[in-house]
């Protein structure tokens, strides 16, 4: 299998009043062509700024980016602006988390969706609305010329989030980046995006990179998944395997607290305790320890390393799940 | 429902030209003497009385101003009184308004035009030296008076340089250059402190966009800069800067007070100097009128305008 | 929060404040002539003359003698006025958006119609109108003149901090501590006092500033256009002789600017900061 996007030693930094704030530290991470991979952890975990940054979308002075990606056998990070600008759209695409805030407010909907085909494809006004039309039949809006005229804030919350998929293929991408693209949904509408980007991806033969903070989400829809803790990646693994075999204590809880429908109504949800450690003074030990059922003296003293179980099941923790010996009582 | 909102917004604005020349008309009868006094000093008792009646001093505060109103909309603005005769406010007006449109206009095009650039630029930059150097010297700028301004470009380019005329105005037909000429340094005094205004008004709102999202997914689209800032962010953004700009004519019309003096442009803001210190009250009345009709109508314009250039506040008025 | 570090600007920007003010209250005790002393052998000299630094305009009046004592009356009306109208524009303001309702309703317009007369427009008619005598061919007195100026300046700054004032303590009313005072029976005179009051304040005076600077170029104005102080001591009155006397004299024109134009930098730039450093604790809660 060809590797659609290699991420190697990864960091961001952020130069914030409070000091350094580093919000990804050294990852690693492979996305296989034709593959889907999910990139899970709580909000503040890291994802999305690791997600951007790959993309190379992090802009701003206070912003430090290291280390390097590989895209389609090119540098990304060696590439001059106008380089990493002629790769969007036709090679990376992105999908946001909120459809409301990340479509422009003024602009009609056709305008929105022809524009990548004007400014990136050349085609000219007819042809570009025409395709436009095309993209939302494809992405399953009902009367799609009526669509073209409408304005964001006419829309459903679906509906637009089906617009804005349809402005991230219109330039038939390779890679796309769905950044939670369900959470600002509503649950029943949240399995058609899903399943309407897993469809979408077979048919255009993309690769996906689902970035969630929901395990049940990347169940279902990835390939693998790598699961991300105060910017560092603490377990990866093929999705079949890591729910077989899972090794994280913090992979676990974030399992269990996946909302589920069966659960009765008025059931407490249980959530993860505590809070991820303060990103400007990492605590030295596992990130994890002050949340973890299983921390000992060591994880508090030493940072564990990501370690392969011999599998290409990574995992990031000194007592790992399923091996009880070696935990003292 | 939208009916309805413009139904209201425009009583609103009819409700301030009330109050307005309401409270002019209620500073006659602050006076500690009577007008007619004031507006004969050497008339006969006989001619004050005829005077009182015809102005309808006689009616009280409420029938003088009802008179004046009645007067008002079927477009008599009544007389200005000098010891020798009377004059009508409207031949006068007829001769202050173009130029004071015309004054106005200029400097709404000239400060846009400038601010607009400096505006998306800056707030581009933000944070960067460019920005800083812009900020700052328009802070300082907009600092300086108008008027001293305007006394400064009266001194370097009228009087040492001779450049340009330090008086007076000319109309289109006495030649374009001729008109231009006479109004570069009125115009360039009054948009200073404009330029510096809308220039804040953009870069503020201009930053906020830029951190909206889809200003992040405009990029990811691979679009160039130039292009975002201008397509996605400048039209969201200049909501505020145009309503400021519409709230601002009214004031370029009857409050360039200082300039048209000094440049002896003699607009409608000397025709208001005029009156106040001539004691011409119901000319007076009847300019502050005019000039908040037009602060009303311009008003009214930038609502409509608004709703085009960001539909989102249309639909924010269906629900207000 | 790191702390805020007054940059060297701001330090001017104080420094010429205190300058001014230090003058507008004793500068009548500095060994400087009155402004209406003749120095007839000096008549046109530029700046820098020994004796005479800023040099002397076409009557014979020195002018850095005329800046000190105009900074007396300029700074001190726009004191004055600002004062007044704070405290009377704060009055309104806070009751108004504490008791709501149609006192409010009432205040709130009154504000929005007085503020779309233009400024000058308003402290214009308000001179004209305060300073005509009962007998019409008796000049006005110059003292009456002084107060009815000050009267108009503090009418035009009453809205301008009064809305400030009523915005202010809209977003505060609604806070807990105030709703808890409310609930506990504490009496609206000692809410307003103690928590209202204390809060409202600092947008307040950061917004006073700014209006100085308005009230000063405000008098400036009214004096170019002849109905200020009548004998012209203020700055602006000195830019109205200065102007007549632009082409042979400019250092009579420039050298007021240039105090008025560092007064009302100071003024904004001071007011600025402060609001910064308001919003800045704002942004904290
Ligand atoms: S290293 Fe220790 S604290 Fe960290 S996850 Fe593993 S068991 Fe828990």
Redesign the pocket.
Known sequence: MTTMMSISDMYVRFETPFGLLEAVRGVNLEIPAGASVGIVGESGSGKTVMSRAAMGLLSGSNVRREGKVVFNGRELTAMSKEEVRNQFGTGMAMIFQDPMTALNPVRRVGTQISESLRVRLGMDKKQAMQRSAELLSLVRIPDPEAMLRKFPYQLSGGMRQRVMIAIAISCNPELLFADEPTTALDVTVQAQILQLLSDLRRDLKMSMVLVTHDLGVVANHTDFVAVMYAGEIVEQASTTELFANMK???TRALLESIPNIEMKSGARLKVIEGRLPNPVDRPK??G??TR?T???Q??HDEH?PLVDAGNGHLYR????LGHTIARKQ | MRGSFWVQRFAQLLITVFCVTFGCSLLVQLLPVSPAEILLPVGSPEERELLTKEIGLDRGPIGYYLKWLGEFVQGDFGDIYYSGGTESVSSRLAVAFPRSIWLMIYTQVLSLAVAIPLGVWSAYRVGKRADKAISNTLFTLSSIPNFAIALILVLILGVRLQWLPTLDYQPYSAGIWEHFKHMIMPVVSLSVGLIAAYTRLLRADMIAALREDYILMAASKGLTDRRILWRHAFRPSSVTLFTSAALNMGALIGGAIVIETIFATYGVGFEVFAAISGRQYIALQSIVGLISIFYVVFNLIVDILAGYVDPRTRDRRVNA | MRKRKYTIPTYFAFAWLGLAVFLAIFGSFLPVDGYQVIHGDFIDSPPLTPGHWFGVDSNGYDIFSGIINGARLSVFIAIVSVGLGGAIGALLGITAAYYRGRYDSFINSTFNVVLSVPNLVLALALVAVLATNVDINEAVPTWRRLVTLIISLTVVIIPILGRIARAATLAWSGREFVVAARSMGMRDRDIIKRHIVPNVLPALIAVGFLAVGVVIIAEASLSLLGVGIPDGASWGGMLARGRNDLEYNPHALYIPIIALAFTVISTNHVGDVLRGGLDRREGRL
């Open positions: 994280m204590p913090y030990g596992c994890f320890v973890c299983y921390a000992q060591k994880c564990p923790c000194w007592y790992p």
